[in-house]
């Protein structure tokens, strides 16, 4: 190789070798700025004013200003967010209650509704649900009228064993029947007396319904007689 050659092959591989290094040192510096670029948008400062008007920064502004609204700054100091300020435990409580009556309201209204569409589908006119009122006292009635009848027999059998008890006042057998009847009488007063008040609160179920069924059918417009 003629001399010459040697020099100009020498310069390119120097040439070559100060590009790969500057290549390596731009890279490493790249990286570095990258991560340190990461690092900083990461960071945040807290800053808030408390209730005398005095600012704090840092984290030990979530504790010094724990009832104002806190903003959270990056390192250039724009902000990145707002925290609103946390309610008192005052307005949680009547959050809460206001929460919990707004769902009772909810619960009655559908309720309400449901009773009001069961009501509709189980009677198409107020003459109906009269007539099942008066099937369902009728039936009533007609119970009474059999155990006032029976306990009617009952009575007359105990004033005979009560006439021959005078006579034979030591007779046990006559004195154990006259108690029986008794008993016997005293439960037949007891059912009457139970569906006489069976009677008065199906006369205000139904009378209650009616009621009802006509101001549903009136706010709904449609009624039928």
């Known amino acids: 190789m003629p001399p010459g050659w040697t020099v100009i092959a020498y310069n390119a591989v120097s040439k070559m070798r100060r590009l790969a290094w500057s290549t390596i040192v731009v890279v490493a510096v790249g990286v570095s700025m990258a991560q340190h670029g990461q690092v900083f ?27 104002s609204r806190i903003t959270e700054m990056d390192q250039r100091g724009l902000k990145v967010r707002e925290h609103d300020v946390p309610p008192t435990r005052e307005e949680v409580e009547a959050r809460d209650a206001a929460e919990a009556r707004r769902q009772a309201a909810e619960r009655l209204a559908e309720e309400r509704r449901q009773f009001e569409n069961r009501l509709l589908a189980t009677y198409d006119s107020e ?19 059999e155990n006032e009848e029976y306990m009617a027999k009952l009575d007359q059998e105990l004033r005979v064993l009560e006439k021959r008890a005078k006579r034979k006042p030591r007779d046990e057998r006559v004195q154990r029947q006259i108690d029986l009847l008794n008993t016997r009488i005293a439960e037949y007063e007891r059912s009457i ?18 009621a009802q069924y006509r101001d549903i059918r009136q706010r709904r417009g449609t009624v039928k007689q």
């Open 193 to 210: 007396e139970d569906r006489l008040r069976d009677r008065d609160q199906v006369i205000a179920r139904y009378d209650k319904d009616l």
């Open 127 to 145: 003459q109906s649900i009269i007539q099942a009122r008066d099937q369902r006292v009728a039936a009533i009635d007609k119970a009474i009228k």
């Open 41 to 67: 948008a990461q960071a945040t400062i807290k800053k808030c004013q408390d209730a005398s008007g005095k600012w704090h920064y840092g984290d030990i502004a979530a504790e010094e200003c724990a009832r």
